[in-house]
């Protein structure tokens, strides 16, 4: 695992030269690595995130409010569909974080949504960096040219939606049925499973998902048969 301990590439990465690169540093040390190492009297990123994360919703809903003038019930799941752990996950191995995390022997080897969990709250321990370093402008800014970009693909696809609830929708309006979900195939031991799930309506596949998780897998079965639908 990289240390932070230089982390040029990050700024250059982001384009934000901090003033304070022990703030920054701050962002990728997880409170296991200093359970494992309490000499380097280091703070770990559990602060910058909960400051992160109360940032990074204001900054959501106050664009939202804004830029649209739709019900709140509609603003309030799109902010939920861009600021949940899986978006901010993405966007964080997007920006490689992984990379120079500090983590102790046994969360280094953490895979899948446990991997997930740290990327997503060091994420929001950026956000929190950056607003401490920063100021709110250049905050908002990130976020905008990182996050809200993403919003039009979400409206327009359905992303907000759960998308288990959505398909479900779908084939009671079109065929009075509902979809029911098979565990295909098991992977790998049981510390570390992966399952394949059908989507099926009777005897008929409509499509597969998989995840570390029977939950996720249901829900990446039911996304592929949406984006199925949409194509045709």
């Known amino acids: 695992m990289k240390k932070p301990q230089n982390l040029n590439n990050f700024e250059k990465k982001i384009e934000i030269d901090f003033k304070d ?24 990123n559990e602060r910058l995130e909960f400051l992160g994360d109360a940032v990074l919703e204001f900054i959501v809903t106050e664009y939202l409010y804004q830029n649209y003038p739709d019900p709140e019930g509609e603003l309030t799941s799109w902010r939920s569909a861009l600021v949940k752990g899986r978006t901010l996950s993405d966007l964080a191995k997007d920006l490689d974080m992984n990379e120079y995390l500090l983590l102790s022997r046994g969360e280094a080897k953490s895979e899948g949504r446990a991997r997930e969990f740290i990327l997503a709250n060091a994420y ?6 950056i607003y401490l370093d ?4 250049k905050t908002t800014q990130f976020v905008n040219n990182h996050l809200i970009k993403l919003l039009p693909e979400i409206i327009q696809k359905g992303l907000h939606r759960d998308p288990k609830s959505y398909l479900q929708e779908i084939f009671q309006a079109k065929e009075k049925t509902t979809p029911i979900y098979k565990v295909i195939k098991e992977i790998g031991p049981d510390h570390n499973k992966e399952f394949i799930i059908g989507v099926f309506i009777g005897n008929r596949l409509l499509g597969e998902g998989k995840g570390n998780s029977k939950q996720l897998a249901q829900r990446a079965a ?11």
Do not use: C, W
């Not at 309490?38 to 770990?44: A, D, M, R, S």
């Open 21 to 44: 690169k022990k703030i920054l540093q701050q962002v990728f040390i997880h409170r296991s690595f200093l359970n494992e190492n309490p000499e380097k009297h280091l703070n770990h």
């Open 124 to 129: 929001e321990a950026l956000i929190g960096a």
């Open 134 to 137: 920063q100021g709110m402008d």
């Open 222 to 232: 039911a996304s592929a048969v949406l984006s199925k639908l949409k194509l045709e």
